[in-house]
């Protein structure tokens, strides 16, 4: 909130948050005032008290882009490279509100699925190597959402599924390049570009931030990572690899 702070005593033309808790500081630190905020990385800005709707303006000097994660999907592609796989379990940090819908909305399409279902909270990032140890034996694979909290601390996930070839999966766009065997998020070009064009440009330009939908994000790209996959050993079917946007071998 500091940094909003900063950016309104500086008289900037607008301020550009990115993620759910950057975002919820801006709109803290510019309400009341006539600088438009335009939030991006955003998973649910209503949940998270940014905007009253998503199918109509805010009335106020907020806008932004948002997305939720293609759960259905990457539990497809779990199925598909994890075929005996029946426990999923995730770390989260539940006091973010982009990880509490992302736990709600995977655990509802686990149960769909007749999965199970295992969640362990973590309130900070020295909670999380615990956490990830916590989880082996318990599950089958890890899924993890856009935390930022989790992210902050993914290297110690990471040593734990290595250490014992657990498959990890994850929504955040970069995890696969990171050491996941896949990733399911938004495709961070062209979201940056929706962003200026459908949001910023026509804000900076003139045009009243409370009276722009929020706009949802309209590109999910695929990665992989077959280094990742070797280490879990599970192989990676020719066909999936050719639906991915990227495919990393490190």
Not at 19 to 36: E, F, K, W
Not at 54 to 75: C, E, I, Q, W
Not at 111 to 137: F, H, M, N, Y
Not at 229 to 243: F, G, H, M, N, S
């Amino acid at each position: 909130r500091n940094i909003a702070e900063k950016f309104l005593a500086d008289k900037v033309d607008l301020i550009a948050p990115c993620t759910t808790p950057n975002a919820q500081a801006a709109v803290r630190a510019a309400r009341g005032t006539t600088v438009p905020v335009v939030f991006g990385c955003v998973t649910n800005p209503v949940e998270a008290g940014l905007v009253p709707a998503l199918d109509k303006p805010s009335g106020s000097n907020v806008t932004g882009t948002y997305g939720f994660p293609p759960v259905a999907r990457m539990f497809d592609v779990i199925a598909q490279l994890c075929p005996h796989a029946k426990r999923i379990g995730t770390i989260y940090n539940s006091s973010e509100s982009n990880s509490a819908t992302f736990a709600r909305s995977s655990k509802a399409e686990a149960e769909r699925r007749g999965l199970v279902w295992i969640e362990l909270p973590v309130t900070s990032s020295a909670d999380v190597k615990t956490a990830a140890d916590g989880l082996i034996g318990r599950v089958d694979a890890i899924l993890l959402g856009q935390d930022n909290t989790v992210a902050s601390a993914f290297d110690a996930v990471l040593k734990t599924v290595r250490d014992n070839k657990l498959p990890l999966f994850s929504f955040d766009a970069t995890a696969a390049e990171r050491g996941a065997i896949a990733s399911f998020g938004q495709n961070q070009y062209q979201t940056g570009v929706d962003w200026a064009k459908e949001l910023a440009v026509p804000v900076l330009l003139g045009r009243d931030p409370g009276a722009i939908v929020p706009v949802p994000y309209h590109a999910f790209d695929l990665q992989l990572n077959t280094a990742a996959a070797a280490a879990a050993e599970i192989p990676l079917p020719p066909e999936l690899v050719k639906t991915a946007a990227k495919v990393f071998d490190h």
